[in-house]
């Protein structure tokens, strides 16, 4: 099944206890994390649904449960999905050719349905709201639908959710 067929993707458990991606739902013993439906097209954010309030980006919960960051790479507008069991920033390999990020090192990445070839990249600008990173490492994927902004961009903030809404800010 391709990318453009896959409608769910499910975010599971292993046997191991490793994180994976896969398309079928995830069994009862290895009880799902999170699932979204692929969009039929890129999602279009509302600007005025998030916010930056005294240098703390806002961001509201969507109808599906997960939380979305307009961000830019290399001044190219991405829109990230907020996952929090991602230890990496994750493109698709169209994101990252569109931002002109080229692989580095291939890597091989286990998952419920097998192994799957990705890379290693640098993203050297990433813009989300008013925080800008530089040289942020990334894993490009070939069949991910939508990027991900993983643990190792998030846990340079404070990022506190309470009542459908997400506050990320600098820590202190």
């Known amino acids: 099944m391709t ?4 409608e769910t993707v499910y975010k ?3 046997p191991q206890g490793d994180l994976v991606y896969q398309q079928i739902p995830c069994t009862k013993e290895n009880a799902s994390v999170s699932s979204w439906a692929t969009p039929s ?3 279009q954010m509302d600007d ?7 240098g703390v ?5 969507r109808q599906n449960g997960h939380y979305l960051l307009n961000g830019k790479i290399k001044d190219k507008s991405l829109t990230f999905v907020i996952d929090t069991g991602a230890s990496a920033v994750s493109l698709s390999r169209s994101a990252a050719m569109s931002a002109q990020i080229y692989c580095r090192d291939q890597i091989l990445m286990r998952t419920a349905n097998g192994s ?4 290693t990249a640098i993203i ?3 813009e989300l709201g008013p925080f800008k990173l530089k040289n942020v490492p990334a894993i490009i994927m070939p069949n991910l639908d939508q990027p991900l ?4 961009v998030l846990q340079n903030f404070r990022v506190e959710q309470e009542n459908g809404e997400m506050r990320i800010s600098l820590q202190r």
């Open 57 to 61: 980006l806002i961001l509201n919960q």
């Open 3 to 6: 990318a453009a067929q896959a």
């Open 12 to 14: 599971c458990r292993n």
């Open 41 to 43: 097209a890129a999602p």
């Open 116 to 119: 799957t070839s990705a890379c």
């Open 124 to 126: 050297p600008s990433l």
């Open 149 to 152: 902004l993983g643990m190792n």
């Open 48 to 54: 005025t649904a998030d916010a930056v309030v005294d």
